[in-house]
């Protein structure tokens, strides 16, 4: 890896660090790149040297970065992928070749951007953004594949152009941020898009706002049923777009729809992958907290779903419970969140509710999710001050046979994983 430019050191140790940016920039979300693209020219971070894909949307962002991720390793391909928030460790964040980089690595760029800040705040994000790019661009992959954090035209990552634009879907989330239509939402997502580069859409009924705004960039925009699509086939699934059909394909660990929207994204970034790496790389994709399977009897299946899209999306994939067989819901969410629509999502799914309250000034107290569910006639089993409580009350009334779903919030999977992996579970 290349040498670091000079620094001067802040904070020894990473969790100092990040209790400082928590608190140092007056607002937690503070969009717009006018501040931050200053620390950027100082540092020299407005490319990152290699092929660039980023990937934005509502709902399916980290499995088509993880799919993406997957193949490139696969093809030898040297990677280094960008996604937030994280699940327990801040390192899941920034990754090289799939692995979350060391805390020894972080806190030297974090002291890079704090020497170039100057007077310039920046916010939590912004300021870990520029840190992550600094280690990418000292690490000079083959390939780099962001994760759009919050909307798309004023997010920190938007600061690097994309080779490849990805928009993953479009649904209602961050209200207050990015409007409360698609219309309007579909707007700030195709921020991302660049002028004479191809992006691509998983949605299959795109707002109209996006399809103008790509028209209007000159970019070149693919769209699920449109320009590509897939069709599962027994044990496999099938793909095709503009360059051909690929039958016979391994099934991943993540959605098809995402994985479908990864292939569709690759295919048109130029970048040499045989098709024996991608059929290795589609097998080895997974990521944690999308459907995930952690224990069984009672099998216990995390989802980091928060909105109403990717609550229905999470019920979806869990099917009809069998007959005889109950399921539970460890559920926990942040008080900026449509936790009515989420509830609305899952009618008929869930038999018993085990809710809990989040800590800290957005988490929604239990005794408030209690009063949505008995609204919409669903049966509260357990009320609980943690997710760790929730999870043991849902696992004390659970059946061998039943199924517990844990879901709501990053920080309620966080939370469940963090107890299991204490259990060596």
């Keep these: 890896m290349a040498a670091f430019l000079d620094y001067r050191m802040r904070f020894p140790h990473l969790d100092d660090w990040l209790r400082w940016l928590e608190v140092q920039h007056p607002k937690a979300i503070d969009l717009g790149l006018e ?3 200053r620390v950027a020219e100082r540092l020299g971070l407005r490319q990152l040297g290699c092929p660039v894909i980023s990937v934005g949307g509502t709902n399916g962002k980290g499995s088509t970065t993880a799919t993406l991720v997957s193949i490139f ?23 090289l070749d799939g692995e979350p980089v060391a805390d020894a690595l972080i806190v030297q760029a974090l002291d890079v951007v704090y020497a170039a800040c100057g007077d310039t705040s920046l916010s939590y ?8 790019f600094y280690i990418f661009k000292a690490a000079a992959p083959d390939v780099a594949v962001l994760e759009v954090g919050l909307g798309g035209r004023l997010d920190a990552v938007n600061l690097i152009d994309a080779d490849v634009a990805v928009v993953t879907s479009i649904g209602i989330d961050h209200v207050d941020w990015l409007g409360d239509t698609r219309e309007l939402i579909a707007v700030e997502k195709a921020g991302i898009f660049r002028a004479g580069q191809p992006a691509i859409c998983g949605d299959r009924e795109p707002p109209a706002s996006l399809l103008a705004a790509a028209a209007d960039r000159g970019t070149r925009l693919l769209v699920k049923g449109r320009d590509f699509d897939f069709m599962q086939d027994g044990e496999g ?17 993540v959605a098809l729809d995402n994985a479908a929207t990864a292939l569709a994204a690759l295919r048109q970034s130029g970048l040499l992958v045989s098709e024996e790496a991608l059929r290795e790389g589609l097998a080895q994709a997974a990521l944690a907290g999308r459907a995930e399977q952690v224990a069984s009897e009672p099998d216990i299946i995390l989802d980091v779903a928060h909105n109403p899209q990717g609550a229905a999306f999470f019920m979806a994939q869990l099917g009809a419970a069998k007959p005889g067989r109950r399921t539970h819901a460890v559920f926990a969410m942040l008080n900026d969140k449509d936790i009515g629509g989420v509830l609305d999502a899952c009618l008929g799914r869930v038999d018993a509710w085990h809710i809990a309250s989040l800590d800290g ?12 569910l008995l609204e919409r006639g669903m049966v509260v089993a357990s009320r609980s001050a943690d997710v760790a ?14 199924r517990i779903v844990v879901f709501g ?9 963090t107890v299991l992996a204490g259990e060596g579970g």
């Design 35 to 37: 501040r931050i693209g």
């Design 73 to 95: 390793r696969a093809a030898g391909l040297k990677v280094a992928s960008y996604t937030s928030p994280h699940l327990i460790h801040f390192n899941e964040r920034i990754c």
């Design 125 to 132: 994000f912004e300021f870990t953004t520029l840190a992550a």
């Design 237 to 253: 699934w099938a793909f095709r777009d503009d360059h051909g059909i690929l039958g016979g394909l391994p099934l991943p660990r």
């Design 361 to 372: 000034p957005r988490g929604t107290p239990w005794a408030v999710l209690e009063q949505l």
């Design 389 to 402: 409580s929730a999870l043991q009350a849902a696992r004390g009334q659970a059946q061998a046979a039943d």
């Design 409 to 417: 919030s990053f920080y309620t999977v966080g939370a469940a994983k």
